[in-house]
């Protein structure tokens, strides 16, 4: 990923609503959400919600897909994870900064 590829989807992220519906269509997944429903989850007035997925396309972080009369916007889940990438290549000097995963000890009854 390119460092204006980046930049453009921080940019798209950085509005409240934006994030808000980004967030709630990646929830959704490969099922995808329309419009209304997005409207009727986040109370965002239509013609805002349009502005903030046509930015969100525009940043390559949703697509849309037509169906009959409907469009479906669903998570571009390959951009996205580049993104994420992209912020952890560097990370830590290539070693993994998770925490290795905490066990916990069972007692015997």
């Not at 609503?17 to 989850?41: A, W, Y």
């Not at 502005?51 to 009369?69: P, V």
């Not at 469009?71 to 990370?91: G, Q, S």
């Amino acid at each position: 990923m390119k460092n204006n590829d980046a930049v453009n989807a921080f940019l798209a992220l950085g509005q409240e609503s934006r994030l808000n519906v980004f967030r709630l269509i990646v929830q959704k997944g490969d099922v995808g959400l329309t419009p209304t429903q997005i409207h009727e989850m986040l109370g965002i007035p239509n013609a805002t919600l349009s502005f903030h997925l046509k930015e969100l396309m525009q940043a390559q972080l949703i697509t849309q897909e037509r169906q009959s009369r409907n469009l479906i916007y669903r998570p571009n889940a390959v951009h996205t994870a580049a993104l994420v990438e992209f912020l952890l290549d560097n990370c830590c000097g290539g070693q993994s900064c998770l925490p290795k995963p905490l066990t916990r000890k069972v007692k015997a009854l």
